[in-house]
């Protein structure tokens, strides 16, 4: 009993704010980050005064309804301006009370004119903007609710095309929790640019399901998640009750897929083994995705199972979020 008391103090004690945003400020300077994008922010006042000292600028948006949370994006001063922001509040389509947000951020011109006009990487003219639109979502948890999770996302990606052609045909950076594994319906609409969603069931979209019954030891019962779509549900996941198939405008790569790393941190396909780690889940619901005129250069690889394991979860006493960080170098491939 002491020593489930002692791991219970100690969990409480990693779990408050002042521990945890310590650590995270100190987390995000070691990656000498210059666009950064958090999910569940609850205290963005507090944490953007912490940033500002370190040459950050911010805009956060707050989930509608009574959670207080919402997504933030930090990008450095010096390196970027913003051009423009824009949000989605996915109650006003029915889906919920989450949020997405978008920044379109142009490098500055000082940086500009640095880059090299003739190389195999940056082939642009140094006189022509260098921009790009940043989004950031956290999509719905509810693992029954795939409708409203392919909702959320196919709204998001419709959102990012859109600010692309209206800016020029300029690159884009999706981030955020999906609250979906690599190999799911969902992952794969991203992925493939398309989706005929009568091949699913509406629970299986996001994968939860089957990771948490092999996380857990146990299985589910497959008749019970195998009913056909209803009309509703087919209409918050694509628009409308006639359209099945899904598709976006994005050619879109998973950043840590473009990157080659060890078998022992990445799945077979180069996803993170894992981005999150509790009682009740382990594994990858997060990603970095750009579109084809970006290329990753490298990626910093999660921590592997084993040692993840060893944590009493996140966050902890040496990790602040309860998220593993995905940090990726990108550079404009013309």
Known sequence: MGLQLFSLFCLWRYMKWKHRKRLIRKEVNSYNASIVCFQEVDRFDDLARK???????????????????????????????????????????????????????????????????????????????????????????????????LGQVRLFLEKAYKLSLEWGSIPVIVAGDLNSTPHSPIYQFLASSKLDIQKHDCRRVSGQIEHISQFKNFTYNARRYGKPWNAEEVRLATGSEEITHLQHHLKLGSAYIGVPGSHRTRDRCGEPLATTYHSEFLGTVDYIWHTEDLVPVRVLETLPIDILKRTSGLPNKKWGSDHLALVCEMAFRR
């Open 51 to 149: 940033f500002r000292k370190d040459g950050f600028e911010g805009v956060h948006k707050a989930r509608t309804g009574e959670v207080s949370d919402g997504c933030a994006i930090f990008w450095k001063q010096d390196m970027f301006s913003l051009l423009h922001q824009e949000s989605i509040e996915f109650q006003s389509f029915g889906l919920r009370h989450n949020v997405a947000q978008f920044c379109v951020l142009k490098l500055q011109d000082h940086l500009e004119s640095a880059i090299p006009p003739e190389t195999s990487i940056y082939r642009r003219p140094c006189t022509e903007s260098r921009s790009l639109v940043i989004g950031n979502i956290h999509v719905l948890f509810n693992p029954k609710r795939g409708d409203i999770k």
